[in-house]
């Protein structure tokens, strides 16, 4: 006979083993551990539901045509709902980026980490401040370049050269330059 | 608020007895869910079906939550999105299905959960206050399913808000008057779309709310129990927890194993193809039915075919909603002493054979062609139904006989019981 009274006693307790495990406490961590899995399991779906669906990530790449930006103009473009700087270099400002000396950086970067080989001249970088994610001044004609000629973010006071390098101002990095390869002579893919 | 070999709760460390100081909610969960409820030891498996409408709940309120972080409440956009969710969002085809069949989840289980207050009486004092909020809640759960069918927007749901609301449109002279107001128009549009997902995010909460009152209300008597018998003394009990979380663990996993197979492999058997069509205000679908869990509501409405003093559309409206109103008076058209149907022979008899059948007509009815020979057998299982209750249950409840109750649950139980050979008094009014 089952326990009859709801309350174990020493008469209604088997233990089937000498060190005193019984079989109810087996199928109990069993049970409560299948259950625990399981539950794990569905926070799966809840958590991952909210990264970035199909839609999103199918606009994750951009095409640019960089043939018509005259040189010293810049153009602004959209990655992944954010702007992009693409900015065609004159030689003197690639002069000025080149007569840095790197080690003196914040971030350490040349020119030439920044751009593509055969295309010197192609700056193509994030329009987002590393700071605090303001758009920099610079980009259009008229706006504000900043001590160093590049990109002057106007939040904060963040100074980027003309390799948009993070000069002055509390910017900890360099703006960012995207993952693009030029697809043609004239077309960059970003993303 | 329970028998006095309740046990109580002791903090076993210092957080514990901080908290139990500062803000005694472990005390609330032990003694509502935890070893500190004593429950009648001789519960079938027919009272799982509380707690797995709870489970239920819990289930729609956050896969619904989810849904609404992806879905837009706009006329334009409505269907588009519920597509973007089936195939864009991570996971969303997953969420969205198991909304789906997790509502006509939450009906099965809340159906059983019904019907074994029905057999066992649970409705009967002192339990009347459990059954009206019940009711309330049945009512509730009703008004937030059927808002939630609009929201995708696909033809089922734009004819269903239409046919819905259009029964308002039933009442003589404020009825018409009443429907635009409840569409904000004249048809179905942007304006009942924003307002039904309104609503239909608040009142999951509320339904919420309206549970824990029905289980406040159920802990004062306790529950009941198959013999019908109160509970006497500790042995007709136990402790809530281990034994019935562990039969109510047991009983969940076999009815999520089901709700798996519906999620994964027949997600949309429970529905209608043509809510895959977008919302369309001049082309209705050759069948316009509800979800099969409103279909013994919709048989009784649409069984009323002839004018009688009222016109026909006006009775079919006030006989839908009275086959629901006519639970909170229940309580009082039984007037059995006994409880559990194992003990009233006529009644048993009129439930297994004259209420379940009727049910389950009205249930095949509500899905079917409103055609011959459909609508005649509407009317008579309306008319069993509305028998039954008014007619029936006061009668057989008056006249029958009850066979004889067990001393106490554990007589029942275990087949004897000391203290009733010692004399004690015999089976106390159950």
Known sequence: MADTTGTATADTVITDGEDGVRRRDFINIAAVGAAGVGGATVLLPLISQMAPSADVLAESSTEVDVSKIEAGQAIKAVFRKQPLFVKRLTAAEIAAANDVDVSSLRDPQSLEERTKEGHRDILVTMGVCTHLGCVPLGAAEGEVKGEFGGYFCPCHGSQFDTAARIRKGPAPTNLEVPVYEFTSETVITVG | ?430
């Open chain 2, 1 to 430: 608020m329970s028998f006095p070999w309740a046990r109580e709760y002791t903090p076993t460390n210092d957080f514990m007895k901080f908290m139990d100081e500062k803000l005694p909610l472990p005390r609330l969960v032990y003694n509502a869910v935890g070893a500190g409820y004593p429950v009648p030891r001789n519960l079938s498996y027919m009272w799982n079906f509380g707690v797995l409408a709870g489970f239920f709940l819990v289930v729609q309120i956050v896969t619904g939550v989810v849904l609404a972080m992806h879905y837009a409440a706009n006329a334009d956009v409505a269907f588009a999105t519920t597509e973007h969710i089936m195939r864009d969002v991570n996971w969303g085809w997953l969420m969205r299905y198991a909304h789906a069949n997790g509502a006509s989840f939450f009906f099965i289980v809340v159906y059983l959960h019904i019907f074994r207050g029905f057999f066992y009486s649970s409705y009967k004092a002192p339990r009347e206050m459990i059954w009206l909020l019940g009711v309330v809640l049945f009512l509730l759960m009703m008004a937030t399913a059927f808002m939630g069918y609009v929201l995708p927007w696909g033809q089922m749901s734009f004819w269903g808000a239409k046919v819905i609301t259009g029964l308002f449109g039933a009442i003589p002279v404020v009825g018409e008057p009443i429907q635009i107001w409840l569409l904000g128009g004249f048809a179905p549009d942007n304006a009942a779309l924003n307002r039904f997902f309104s609503l239909h995010f608040l009142l999951p909460f509320v339904i919420a709310g309206v549970v824990i009152l029905h289980i406040w209300a159920l802990h004062i008597p306790g529950s009941s129990n198959p013999t019908g018998v109160e509970v006497k003394k500790e042995s007709d009990t136990l402790p809530f927890h281990p034994y019935y979380t562990a039969k109510d663990g047991f009983g969940l996993g076999v009815v999520l194993i089901a709700f798996m197979a519906f999620v994964f492999f027949m997600p949309n058997a429970l529905g209608h193809p043509d809510n895959y069509i977008e919302a369309n205000s001049l082309s209705t679908p050759a069948l316009i039915v509800p979800e099969w869990y409103f279909y013994p509501f919709y048989a009784i409405l649409r069984a009323f075919t002839f004018d009688f003093i009222l016109p026909a559309k006006l009775w079919g409206v006030l006989a839908m909603f009275s086959s629901i109103l006519v639970w909170f008076i229940l309580p009082w058209l039984d007037r059995s002493p006994v409880r559990s149907g194992h003990y009233r022979p006529m009644f048993r008899k009129f439930f297994w054979f004259g209420l379940i059948p009727c049910m389950a007509a009205l249930f095949y009815l509500g899905g079917a062609h409103a055609e011959e020979p459909y609508i005649m057998l509407s009317q008579i299982a309306t008319a069993y139904y509305f028998l039954h209750f008014l007619v029936i249950l006061p009668i057989v409840s008056s006249i029958e006989k009850p066979e004889p109750l067990p001393f106490s649950i554990t007589e029942a139980v275990l087949g004897e019981d000391e203290d009733a050979q010692l004399g004690a008094s015999g089976p106390a009014s159950a």
